[in-house]
């Protein structure tokens, strides 16, 4: 059922939680992970004027939210396992159990997350290249790629590689990477295996690097192995990509993007992806943003990239959050 105010999600959560007052709203964030708390507590430091009837449709939206569940709390670890594997499938369900029981039973992997992405590598860039790998593939996409951007370059392309050919984690690696987050934390961790890394992970986390150092990495890992170096691309959402999305999707896209960003990224882009865009456009903003690409000239690679990462970056937050479909190569969905 769609919302009935008209303020965004996190807005309506800010609203929400600023009427519960100081202490249930506490407890509230403490269930929350880094990125929700991010987002809420900046949309709660920026509301102004919000108004009476907003307030209560908020509330009332809760509690008709709220009136239409049952059997709050339980849940069971067969229970969702099985609810997962039947809507995902057992391959894609396995990575997601796995990801959602380790992070229950863990303190000091999901310290980490809270973690500046400067002080993670600092905690981990002495440790061995294959804890490094599990510990990134472990963290949100995003912030493993800050994280590696940090690490030293010459460790990167190993780090990705190890990351890439990831196939579960041995009890034993565990163990160690246990080891190294109860000193680091006095974290313990009750947990046998985990499906993390693989292919995919290392493309996704290479997505959010810089283009320069993207490219660097990807060339290292093709001098080592030039077979896993193009699965890893096949893999990965570039920018070029954008031209697979359906209309809808470019739609809210564009809508969400500033006229200057847009510019520069399509002084790098393909007729297709140019046609792709001015399609979905207006008849007069599609003829604005010719004139302007027209009069923009001649700009550096470095300044197009950085656009083309920008937009991306929202692209991909919007996937996040179920507002548009990434799709590669219109079939594989990678957010």
């Known amino acids: 059922m769609e919302p009935k105010s008209k303020l965004s999600g996190p807005n309506r959560a800010a609203v929400f939680l600023m009427s519960l007052g100081e202490e249930a709203a ?3 964030l403490r269930h929350m992970g880094p990125k929700e708390v991010q987002s809420v507590g900046t949309a709660m430091a920026s509301l102004t004027n919000v108004s009476k009837s907003d307030v209560a449709q908020v509330v009332d939206d809760f509690v008709a939210t709220v009136d239409e569940q049952t059997a709050l709390g339980m849940g069971s670890d067969d229970y969702i396992r099985s609810v997962l594997n039947s809507a995902l499938g057992k391959d894609k369900a396995d990575g997601v159990i796995d990801r959602i029981l380790l992070g229950r039973n863990s303190k000091g992997l999901e310290s980490l997350k809270w973690m500046d992405p400067r002080a993670v590598a600092e905690v981990i860039r ?3 290249p294959q804890i490094i790998a599990i510990v990134l593939s472990y963290l949100d996409p995003d912030h493993a790629a800050s994280v590696l951007s940090f690490l030293p370059d010459r460790t990167q392309p190993d780090i990705l590689m190890r990351i890439a050919t990831l196939d579960g984690v041995q009890p034993t690696a565990l163990q160690e990477l246990d080891e190294i987050l109860e000193r680091q934390f006095a974290g313990n961790m009750n947990v046998k295996s985990s499906s993390v890394g693989g292919i995919k992970s290392a493309a996704t986390i290479l997505n959010f690097m810089d283009s320069s150092k993207e490219g660097s990495i990807l060339d ?4 080592v192995d030039e077979a896993l170096s193009q699965k890893i691309q096949d893999l990965m959402f570039v920018f070029g990509n954008l031209a697979d999305l359906d209309d809808r999707s470019i739609q809210s896209l564009l809508r969400e993007l500033s006229t200057d960003s ?11 992806l140019k046609d792709r865009i001015f399609k979905n456009m207006s008849k007069r903003a599609g003829e604005m943003l010719q004139d302007d690409l027209e009069a923009k000239g001649p700009v550096r690679l470095s300044e197009v990239e950085a656009a083309q990462k920008e937009i991306l970056g929202i692209a991909r937050r919007m996937a996040e959050a179920g507002e548009i479909v990434l799709g590669n190569k219109g079939s594989e969905q990678m957010v």
């Open 26 to 28: 506490a407890e509230v």
């Open 126 to 128: 002495l440790e061995h």
């Open 220 to 223: 290292k890992v093709r001098d």
């Open 262 to 272: 847009l510019v520069m990224a399509l002084k790098g882009a393909d007729e297709h």
